[in-house]
């Protein structure tokens, strides 16, 4: 139903460094991990991509995909998406392979996508409000408000637990000032 073809080995060239559907950040400790295992298992759980213009773009694997890169593999093992799936589609793909509860950076980063990809916050509802645990327009407003956060400040928000409606109150902060905080809170932590 999703892929038009079984396994294939795709040359990495083919792979546009294109991260629209990524949501998730990788540390570099996560791609140390990922690298060692992949130097002495190679890539065991294929990435999955869509056709896209001659190329490729990733939709899932992006950590197996970055690793690969900086290890220089020339392939990668891949299932190929049909042509025909439209981004609403390969969004619900996405979350159905999705195992564990979102953070609040990665909900921000996925509607934030899901934006992008021409959904209003009340489609955004009606198709992804269960799997993302948003039941209104103005939480997915919310949501959208702080995808513009600084990355590394929004990322600090996720994992120190900090709620959605906290989140909103750095809304006046510039990028900036979000970046400075950030700074200034590792740099604590750090000394701490």
């Known amino acids: 139903m999703w892929f038009k073809t079984d396994l294939e080995y795709i040359p990495l060239h083919f792979i546009k460094d294109d ?10 400790q996560h791609l140390e991990t990922l690298k060692l295992s992949i130097s002495r298992l190679g890539v065991v759980n294929p990435v999955i991509l869509q056709p896209l213009q001659g190329m490729y773009r990733i939709v899932v694997g ?3 995909f970055f690793a690969a890169k900086q290890l220089k593999l020339s392939f990668i093992p891949a ?4 042509d025909d799936l439209s981004s609403s589609q390969i969004l619900k793909f996405i979350l159905l392979l999705h195992s564990r509860k979102f953070s609040l950076a990665e ?3 996925l509607i934030k996508i899901m934006n992008l990809s021409g959904l209003s916050p009340k489609q955004i509802v009606r198709e992804f409000g269960s799997y993302l645990e948003v039941n209104s327009q103005e939480i997915v407003r919310s ?4 995808s513009n956060y600084h990355p590394g400040f929004l990322s600090y928000l ?4 900090v709620s959605l409606k906290h ?5 006046g902060l510039s990028f900036q000032e979000q970046g400075f905080f950030l700074f200034f809170a590792n740099s604590l932590c750090l000394k701490g």
């Open 167 to 171: 989140s909103l109150s750095a809304e």
């Open 107 to 109: 909900k921000a980063r």
């Open 62 to 64: 992006f950590g197996r």
């Open 19 to 28: 991260k629209f559907f990524n949501f998730t950040e990788y540390t570099s």
């Open 79 to 82: 299932r190929v998406l049909k």
């Open 143 to 146: 949501y959208l408000k702080i």
């Open 158 to 161: 996720s994992t120190h637990g």
